[in-house]
Nanobody
Framework: QVQLAESGGGLVQAGNSLRLSCAASGPRINSYVMGWFRQARGKEREFVAEIWTNGGTYYTDAVKGRFTASRDNAKNTVALQMTSLKLEDTAVYYC????????????WGQGTQVTVSS
C-alpha cells in the first residue's frame, strides 16, 4: 500500500513560485499514475495535474503553462512546480496515486496548504 506525504506548502505572494513535493513510501511508484489535486475552502476537491508512468503529463486548463508536474522514480517522489501563482490557487494540495487502468485514485496524502496573498 502506497503512503504519500506532501511538503512544501506555505504562504507566497501572487506572481511568485512554490514547489510542492510528495514522498511515497511502500511500493515503488514506477508503476503508478501520480496526480495532484487541490481543494479550496468551501469548494470541492478538483484535479490539477497527472503524471503518467512514462512521464507524460496532463493539466487542468487553469494551471496550464504555470504548473509543471514531475516524477523521480529513483527517489520515489513527485513534485509540482508552481509559477505565476494567483490568488485563486489558494487551496490544500493533495498528492494521489493509482495503478494503471484504475479509474479512481486509491491512495492519498494528507495535503499541504498553499496560500497566495496579494
Amino acid at each position: 500500500q502506497v503512503q504519500l506525504a506532501e511538503s512544501g506548502g506555505g504562504l507566497v505572494q501572487a506572481g511568485n513560485s512554490l514547489r510542492l513535493s510528495c514522498a511515497a513510501s511502500g511500493p515503488r511508484i514506477n508503476s503508478y499514475v501520480m496526480g495532484w489535486f487541490r481543494q479550496a475552502r468551501g469548494k470541492e476537491r478538483e484535479f490539477v495535474a497527472e503524471i503518467w508512468t512514462n512521464g507524460g503529463t496532463y493539466y487542468t486548463d487553469a494551471v496550464k503553462g504555470r504548473f509543471t508536474a514531475s516524477r523521480d522514480n529513483a527517489k520515489n517522489t513527485v513534485a509540482l512546480q508552481m509559477t505565476s501563482l494567483k490568488l485563486e490557487d489558494t487551496a490544500v494540495y493533495y498528492c494521489a496515486a493509482k495503478t494503471i487502468g484504475e479509474r479512481e485514485y486509491s491512495y492519498w496524502g494528507q495535503g499541504t496548504q498553499v496560500t497566495v496573498s496579494s
